[in-house]
């Protein structure tokens, strides 16, 4: 089993930075891609970004490329999403997940992928 424990979240203004961080507890996840999802009230969760299990590659929807970066230390069992340029429309719950499938080589986007979820933490931009 594996424990996946988010932080970070908060209450900013638009155009500011945020940095969550995902730690994860249990058994090993270094050969798994990670990836962020989010939530926003009455919408279905969504793909935020992704990193291979070696971090040399990643994927970002659309609405975040260029603002937002996902990394992770293997060693210290941690993902990062650092945020930058925050608008009102990236409020949502934010969930980090671990994909079902060791060593993939393309990250994914699907989310049924993944089977391994935090709890989320709240990010909430105000205009």
């Known amino acids: 089993q594996v424990q996946l424990a988010e932080s970070g979240g908060g209450l900013v203004q638009a155009g500011s930075s945020l940095r969550l961080s995902c730690a994860a507890s249990?058994?090993?996840?270094?050969?798994?891609?990670m990836a962020w999802f989010r939530q926003a009230p009455g919408k279905e969760r969504e793909f935020v970004a992704a990193?291979?299990?070696?971090?040399?590659?990643?994927k970002y929807a659309d609405s975040v490329k260029g603002r937002f970066t996902i990394s992770r230390d293997n060693a210290k069992k941690m993902v990062v999403l650092q945020m930058n340029s925050l608008k009102p429309e990236d409020t949502a719950v934010y969930y980090c997940?671990?994909?079902?499938?060791?060593?993939?080589?393309?990250?994914?986007?699907?989310?049924?992928?993944?089977?391994?979820w935090g709890q989320g933490t709240q990010v909430t931009v105000s205009s």
């Open positions: 249990g058994r090993t996840f270094s050969k798994n891609p």
């Open positions: 997940a671990v994909d079902r499938s060791p060593l993939r080589v393309l990250v994914t986007t699907i989310r049924s992928e993944y089977n391994y």
């Open positions: 990193i291979s299990w070696s971090g040399g590659s990643t």
